[in-house]
């Protein structure tokens, strides 16, 4: 294995050690000061070039498909890609909405 930050000289263990007493990180300092690596767009960008393809694939297997479990994955990726994902409503245990509280650390340790 490469040794830490050899790739990203930016992210080094001196970034890393930036932290408080209590785990947080120190205001200015990050875990990725590089940010994400660019390679990922590169894979991204392959992957799109097969786009038609990968429709083409799915209408196949949504319209001939031998199995019907096949037959419905194949046409709810085609929809999800085409209209979005359903949204999820979430509820609490009782079926009614679920209310979200946000508490600062700082509240829930002294």
Do not use: C
Not at 10 to 26: F, K, L, P, Y
Not at 104 to 109: A, M, N, P, V
């Amino acid at each position: 294995m490469a040794e830490r930050g050899a790739r990203h000289p930016e992210n080094t263990q001196e970034h890393a050690v930036r932290r408080h007493d209590d785990g947080r990180w120190a205001m200015g300092a990050s875990p990725n000061p590089g940010g994400r690596p660019k390679g990922n767009g590169e894979v991204r960008e392959l992957a799109r070039q097969y786009t038609e393809t990968a429709l083409k694939t799915l209408v196949h297997i949504a319209e001939h498909g031998k199995q019907e479990s096949a037959r419905v994955a194949a046409s709810q990726a085609l929809l999800d890609r085409g209209w979005g994902k359903a949204s999820q409503p979430l509820s609490d245990e009782d079926g009614g909405p679920l209310v979200v509280q946000i508490v600062r650390f700082s509240d829930i340790t002294n």
